[in-house]
């Protein structure tokens, strides 16, 4: 039973690029939430998709978006990235909205 | 919002010794977890503890809702153990998990 990936593992990127980030949920699982954790820091949420639909929302400006696509997979994209950016961006996904969630092992953004 | 509070932020340790971390919050919370995050980045629940006490193995977890706070016990400490321990929680009818800012745990072999 896979649990949840992430790809790419690590990132290498320059200010005002895009990025776009994948996850794939553990088996059976349909929701998927977005975390980024800065160094030193815990992870703090960005959104979480269920059906398809963003749902509950953190506090992240508009150039975070996402995506949930009908196999319950799940894309962060992040359009003009600033220096700021720079963190671990953690995928965790959960079955139902409230369930125990489990976490990928990050993709590792580092933004020149 | 509601605030977490995890104590000690850093702990070092000898190889063999126990230890409890510790989580307070300020208000009711939900679903309330711990999370161990290797250096690496991986992050592994260890408990899904909303009240009440479990095991499992070295670990062991008590979680007492009325007086808000939760607490980690690590017995026997191994290297393997070194990382951040996190516990996160939903608030109310939010759907995100709100985080401590953790313990740093070093195991000294």
């Known amino acids: 039973d896979a649990g949840v990936t992430q790809s790419p593992t690590h990132l290498i990127k320059t200010r005002g690029q895009q990025v776009t980030l994948r996850c794939s949920p553990k088996?059976?699982?349909?929701?998927v939430s977005w975390y980024q954790q800065a160094l030193g820091q815990g992870p703090q949420f960005i959104f979480q998709?269920?059906?398809?639909?963003?749902?509950q929302r953190g506090n992240f400006p508009d150039r975070f978006s996402g995506h949930q696509f009908p196999n319950y997979s799940s894309e962060l994209n992040v359009n003009a990235l600033l220096l700021g950016d720079s963190a671990l961006y953690l995928c965790?996904?959960?079955?139902?909205?409230?369930?125990?969630?489990?976490f990928g092992a990050g993709t590792r953004l580092s933004v020149l | 919002g509601i605030q977490v509070e995890q104590s000690p932020p850093d702990l070092i340790l000898q190889e063999g010794a126990n230890s409890t971390l510790r989580c307070n919050f300020s208000?009711?919370?939900?679903?309330l977890q711990w999370f161990h995050q290797n250096p690496w980045g991986q992050l592994i629940n260890l408990f899904y503890?909303?009240?009440?006490?479990k095991q499992n193995g070295r670990l062991s977890a008590t979680t007492v809702a009325t007086e808000r706070y939760s607490l980690l016990y690590i017995s026997s400490s191994q290297t393997t153990d070194s990382g951040v321990y996190f516990c996160?929680?939903?608030?109310?009818?939010?759907?995100?998990?709100?985080w401590g800012l953790g313990t740093s745990l070093a195991v000294n072999p």
């Open positions: 996160a929680f939903d608030a109310g009818n939010n759907r995100k998990l709100i």
């Open positions: 208000d009711s919370v939900n679903n």
């Open positions: 503890i909303p009240s009440g006490t």
């Open positions: 088996s059976g699982h349909d929701t």
């Open positions: 998709y269920y059906e398809e639909e963003e749902r």
């Open positions: 965790a996904s959960s079955l139902a909205v409230r369930s125990i969630q489990y």
